[in-house]
T-cell receptor, first 114, second 111 residues
Framework: DSGVTQTPKHLITATGQRVTLRCSPRSGDLSVYWYQQSLDQGLQFLIQYYNGEERAKGNILERFSAQQFPDLHSELNLSSLELGDSALYFC?????????????FGEGSRLTVL | GESVGLHLPTLSVQEGDNSIINCAYSNSASDYFIWYKQESGKGPQFIIDIRSNMDKRQGQRVTVLLNKTVKHLSLQIAATQPGDSAVYFCAENGGAQKLVFGQGTRLTINP
């Protein structure tokens, strides 16, 4: 158990809909990262927050947005969903804000868009 | 540009043998590299990391080798066990505060 909690574990929805994925980082970790993993693909970095502020942005679509709240949990909002958005979405956390050091990953939220 | 790639998408080894998983990277400015293991249905799990000022780093049954001249990274797993079956990802710090992950190598263990 990494200490990172993601909900929901599975989500099935229709095209055009909007969903919110939630992540609670490990206790004490200030950084939260979101990654997308499509079938048999590597992990694509979406966005990083550090202590409530956006720290880095990757290949995140404009239809997607995220935020980190004062209690450090984070939400990833996916809107106007398309079939191609079906993927595993991972949240990771770390103590520090830079990209060195270990990231602790949650078990992911599997999104299926029909 | 930034890219982290793998020489082989799948690797099959006999139980008890050593496994070597390779990874090429293209960003010569990367100064930090990590190997992650992802078991089926789980999130990636940190295995070992290495900074660019090192050529080799050892952990428990694992060794990471870094060749900056040819921009190559490898993960060696000694005495491979059934529990080592997973997808292994290398990642580099691609600048701009983000880790760039490779496509992954699926390691299967034959009894």
């Amino acid at each position: 158990d990494s200490g990172v909690t993601q909900t929901p574990k599975h989500l099935i929805t229709a095209t055009g809909q909007r969903v919110t994925l939630r992540c609670s980082p490990r206790s004490g970790d200030l950084s939260v990262y979101w990654y997308q993993q499509s079938l048999d693909q590597g992990l694509q970095f979406l966005i990083q927050y550090y202590n409530g502020e956006e720290r880095a942005k990757g290949n995140i679509l404009e239809r997607f947005s995220a935020q980190q709240f004062p209690d450090l949990h984070s939400e990833l909002n996916l809107s106007s969903l398309e079939l191609g958005d079906s993927a595993l979405y991972f949240c990771a956390s770390s103590v520090v804000g830079g990209h060195t050091g270990e990231l602790f990953f949650g078990e992911g939220s599997r999104l299926t868009v029909l | 540009g930034e890219s982290v790639g793998l020489h082989l998408p799948t690797l099959s080894v006999q139980e008890g043998d050593n496994s070597i998983i390779n990874c090429a990277y293209s960003n010569s400015a990367s100064d930090y590299f990590i190997w992650y293991k992802q078991e089926s249905g789980k999130g990636p799990q940190f295995i070992i990391d290495i900074r660019s000022n090192m050529d080799k780093r050892q952990g428990q049954r694992v060794t990471v080798l870094l060749n900056k001249t040819v921009k190559h990274l490898s993960l060696q797993i000694a005495a491979t066990q059934p529990g080592d079956s997973a997808v292994y990802f290398c990642a580099e710090n691609g600048g701009a505060q983000k880790l760039v992950f490779g496509q992954g190598t699926r390691l299967t263990i034959n009894p």
